[in-house]
């Protein structure tokens, strides 16, 4: 199993991030995915869900209506659209499997938010 996150930078508040998980080794479209994140001295949070199709979609309330979960069955990625960041987004950011906070994930991905 292999998830290996990209597209964390340091942005400006209120700007907009998207962040890609490259999955491989199981099978991708039989499973949900997620996105979790840990900020500095936190536990883990969870982000976004998606399922096997990209009508189930769960969402955080601290990011609702700010970040779109997206998923290609096709080439197995997963992505996390970020909009209107804000300065406590700032964390690490894991794509892991499953719908949750429990699964198999990466090795994350930083994204910073300052002016």
């Known amino acids: 199993v292999q998830l290996v996150e990209s597209g964390g930078e340091l942005v400006q508040p209120g700007g907009s991030l998207k962040l890609s998980c490259a999955a491989s080794?199981?099978?991708?479209?039989?499973?949900?995915m997620s996105w979790v994140r840990q900020a500095p001295g936190k536990g883990l949070e969870w982000v976004s869900s998606?399922?096997?199709?990209?009508?189930?979609?769960g969402y955080g309330n601290s990011v609702k209506g700010r970040f779109t979960i997206s998923r290609d069955n096709t080439k197995n990625p997963v992505y996390l659209e970020m909009n209107s960041l804000k300065p406590e987004d700032p964390a690490v950011y894991y794509c892991l499997i499953g719908w949750g906070v429990g699964g198999t994930r990466g090795r994350g991905t930083q994204v910073t938010v300052s002016s």
């Open positions: 080794g199981f099978d991708f479209r039989s499973n949900a």
């Open positions: 998606i399922g096997v199709y990209e009508s189930d979609a």
